[in-house]
């Protein structure tokens, strides 16, 4: 079965420091995996997926088939990377699960 | 592009009701998902419609049932509500396939009373 699993259910960093938001999956086969964000009283939209392996807003992903995980990470938070982060993903049945998110909460 | 609207935004039912929501995706996306937002769950996956076809199918029960229409406009029914059926509903398209970017919409809030 598939699972996605965030340990944190609140994450408080200050700005400028380092950001880790933590994810580990739980699937069978070669999965897809994704983060997506809410930001207030926003649409959650998707933020970054590791099969293209770029940086969105300072934002990276490595997927670690070893340990399971695929957890996001900013070398300096900002003040406008508070929000709501869910991880997810999509199996061979194409079908998308999410973890149950982080939220992110960067201090001044 | 016009986004994904869902209808109505906000809606509030009795115990033992029945309600159905509705979902436009993004012209040209064949694909509708359905999930259930609650602070305590997060985002469970209902179902997935494709092309008017049910494709996958989260762990609800029974009394939670979707539809696809040909214009790939999707509705969602809850029969005999429950208290704890309070929750965002959000609608999700993609273009289908294995396309793996959804476009969410606003959502509509859902309170039993």
């Known amino acids: 079965a598939q699972r996605v699993t965030q340990p944190e259910k609140l994450l408080s960093v200050f700005k400028g420091a380092p950001v880790e938001l933590k994810c580990n999956y739980s699937y069978s086969g070669s999965p897809e995996l994704f983060w997506y964000v809410q930001y207030s009283r926003q649409r959650l939209q998707l933020l970054l997926r590791?099969?293209s392996r770029e940086s969105i807003k300072g934002f990276t992903a490595d997927l670690n088939k070893g340990e399971t995980s695929f957890h996001l990470k900013k070398p300096f938070a900002q003040e406008e990377d508070s929000a709501m982060y869910y991880c997810?993903?999509?199996?061979?049945?194409?079908?998308?699960?999410f973890g149950k998110g982080t939220r992110l909460h960067i201090l001044p | 592009k016009a986004g994904v609207t869902q209808t109505p935004r906000y809606l509030i039912k009795t115990r033992g009701q029945q309600v159905t929501l509705s979902c436009s995706p993004i012209?040209?996306?064949?694909?509708v998902s359905w999930y259930q937002q609650t602070p305590g769950q997060g985002l469970q996956f209902l179902f997935e419609?494709?092309?008017?076809?049910?494709?996958n199918k989260g762990n609800f029960p029974g009394r939670f049932s979707g539809r696809q229409f040909s214009n790939s406009r999707s509705e969602m029914n809850v029969s005999t509500l429950e208290l704890g059926d309070s929750a965002l509903y959000l609608c999700?398209?993609?273009?289908?396939?294995?396309?793996?970017?959804?476009?969410f919409g606003p959502g509509t809030r859902l309170t039993v009373t």
């Open positions: 590791h099969i």
């Open positions: 997810a993903l999509s199996g061979e049945d194409d079908k998308i699960i």
């Open positions: 419609y494709f092309s008017e076809t049910q494709r």
């Open positions: 012209s040209g996306h064949r694909s």
């Open positions: 999700a398209s993609r273009e289908g396939g294995s396309s793996y970017e959804q476009y």
